[in-house]
């Protein structure tokens, strides 16, 4: 629990940062504190530097229980890292089943802490006894897996505080599990990284790549993070993603008893030192393992090179660089995965296509009867590969797969719609990483999910993916290139609309139809999403509108937390968005200008003026 620097003290703003001052110390004393009145949104004294690392001070001798209250909470936003110094404003009983750890509560401007009604009025503080009331609107909550979940509503907890009987000393003897603050210590307090686990079903290429897969969670960004991570990913996936990913590390494999620190050394190469249950696992085992902490510590630590896992008495278990990783495991934002092609619809409703960044160059038509203006399009799809294109007839009607070869046909529609109108019929179509095509039928009769299975190795038939307790009608799709996650823009009766992530169950042993699982809001704020890509391992790039704002275009994250980083640059009447989840490569966007792109630290920039629907591989 901790106050917000958004907040301010309403009933005594010119002593608001002097008692912040006193819950935290940045190299700096301590003003006095207000020895009355009630405590309110408090705003802590302002922190430029993010790199400084803070610590509380503990409770005065004879503190009031409304500084005994305000210290505790201050002392929550510190970067203590077993939170020892927050302890010491709790009673030892109080302080022993305290769990900080099992829980963040985000509060939008932070706690209000008032007194609340005690049993018998002013007596109850006399005889040692008083209740707080800590209250705020629910931002999100982070659980004991360090799962980040949106959350709305209000929020209301009670503290009780009890004056020692022997020392005189007003102390907490009941509070709620885990912790609580506003939505800036938040951010300032908490960083999210990915960590990587394997898709379960999902293959890549002759040798069959496992797939690695992105499972974002968030840490305290100043207490050890890189150790913090490491025992992240040993505990195993986050109960969301848990069901279609797999983790190479042994059952109960853990960090050695006393591990901490960890840091690479002067050569960008770091030794993480694993119990006796890691040494169960084989050479090729133990690649993988090495290749799951590189991609998930590389979020971290950008420059890190390589790993080597050690069991007992410093035994080398196995080591991995990065480019090794890279040929262990297929993972979407690596180099190696970098598009080579941007592709559009001209202004003859071709399939043409651009070098990826290229600047100056007249996009080429793609080889093939989707290039030669065969069909007309509206939309197109190109799989992972490049080997294999997707096109949408431009009425909507009729889906068409297809190689980009002079020699290939065009062929029959592997699916069709009976909508009224064009935006009625078919979505843009999506490929995943192991050759799977989906694609949605807006149909209002008959609103379906398709998905064609494994594509590369042949035409498949189109099989009804099961969503359960769809809140309505897909008019978008996107599937992540690891092919368990789907991003979906779900519109309601209303009209409203919702960005969703699902998750995509297979049993392929049991040939049963794919099933999307477990929709939860990316993008909790939006009501509108015009348009929306894939922009990283667990983050998209979206054109949205805020109830009651304007449209804008911005990044999200999977799991609906917001991200600290610079929005694009605003651009103007944009109606579809392309993004590589190499975030080297350049945004491109369908927009009132044609096709425009975006070049890193710089501006939007003209393509095309007559091209639409803008794509990358996927």
């Known amino acids: 629990m901790g106050a917000d620097r958004e907040g301010g003290v309403r009933r005594r703003p010119g002593r608001a940062v002097a008692y912040a001052a006193c819950g935290v110390v940045l190299l700096a004393g301590c003003a006095s504190m207000p020895d009355s009145g009630d405590l309110r949104d408090v705003e802590s004294t302002p922190r430029q530097d993010t790199g400084v690392r803070v610590f509380a001070m503990p409770p005065a001798e004879d503190a009031e229980p409304g500084e005994i209250m305000q210290g505790f909470l201050e002392a929550l936003t510190s970067d203590d890292p077993q939170y020892d110094t927050a302890r010491k404003y709790l009673t030892a009983d109080a302080a022993r089943t305290w769990r900080p750890e099992r829980s963040a509560t985000v509060l939008a401007n932070g706690p209000s802490a008032v007194p609340g009604q005690q049993p018998h009025g002013r007596e109850a503080a006399d005889a040692g006894s008083l209740t707080y009331v800590l209250s705020g609107s629910l931002v999100a909550r982070v659980d004991g897996q360090q799962a980040y979940a949106p959350a709305a509503g209000p929020y209301s907890k009670k503290v009780h505080l009890t004056k020692d009987a022997k020392s005189g000393q007003w102390r907490i003897d009941a509070l709620p599990q885990g912790v609580v603050m506003g939505k800036s210590d938040f951010q300032r307090n908490y960083t999210s990284v990915n960590k990587y686990y394997f898709a379960s079903t999902t293959t890549v290429g ?21 150790t913090q991570m490491v025992r992240s990913l040993l505990r195993g996936p986050t109960t969301w993603l848990g069901p279609v990913v797999r983790s190479s590390f042994p059952t109960d494999t853990a960090l050695q008893e006393g591990t901490s620190g960890l840091t690479p050394d002067d050569q960008n190469r770091l030794t993480v030192p694993l119990n006796s249950k890691a040494s169960r696992a084989g050479a090729a085992k133990c690649r993988e393992m090495a290749t799951q902490l590189l991609f998930t510590l590389r979020n971290l630590t950008p420059t890190l090179e390589s790993v ?15 480019e090794r990783a890279e040929t262990t495991a297929w993972h979407a934002s690596a180099s190696a995965q970098r598009p080579e092609y941007l592709y559009f619809l001209d202004g003859k409703h071709r399939l043409v296509r651009l070098p990826t960044g290229s600047a100056g160059t007249s996009a080429v038509p793609v080889p093939g009867p989707l290039g030669e203006g065969e069909k007309e399009l509206q939309s197109v799809a190109v799989s992972r590969d490049e080997h294999t294109v997707a096109g949408v007839g431009a009425d909507g009607k009729a889906l068409y797969v297809t190689s980009p070869a002079s020699s290939s046909s065009l062929g029959e529609a592997v699916v069709s719609s009976q909508g009224a109108t064009a935006a009625d019929r078919l979505t843009t179509p999506s490929w995943d990483a192991r050759g799977d095509l989906w694609v949605a039928d807006r149909d209002p009769r008959h609103p379906k999910l398709y998905v064609l299975e494994h ?8 099989v009804e993916v099961t969503i359960p307790d769809l809140p309505g009608r897909i008019s978008d799709v996107r599937v992540a290139a690891d092919g368990v996650r789907v991003a979906l823009v779900v519109e309601k009766d209303d009209g409203k609309q919702s960005l969703l992530i699902g998750r995509i169950e297979r049993d392929d042993k049991l040939q049963a139809r794919p099933a999307v699982l477990e929709l939860r809001s990316a993008a909790p704020d939006l009501e509108q999403v015009t348009a929306m890509s894939w922009a990283g391992d667990s983050r998209l790039v979206v054109v949205g ?25 605003a651009l103007s009447g944009v109606k579809a968005i392309a993004a590589s989840e190499d975030e080297q490569v350049p945004l491109v966007a369908y927009s009132e200008d044609g096709i425009v792109r975006l070049p890193s630290g710089a501006q939007w920039q003209k393509v095309d003026k007559d091209g639409t629907a803008p794509v990358y591989p996927g």
């Open 206 to 226: 002759a040798t069959g790549q496992p797939v690695a897969v992105a499972d974002p969670v968030f840490v305290r960004s100043k207490v050890d993070p890189m």
């Open 308 to 322: 080597e896992l050690q069991g007992p008495g410093g035994h080398r278990l196995c080591d991995l660089t990065e």
């Open 455 to 462: 594509l590369d190795q042949g035409v498949g038939k189109p």
């Open 545 to 569: 509108l805020e109830q009651g704002g304007v449209h804008q275009l911005r990044y999200v994250q999977v799991d609906g937390s917001t991200l600290d980083g610079p929005a694009p640059a």
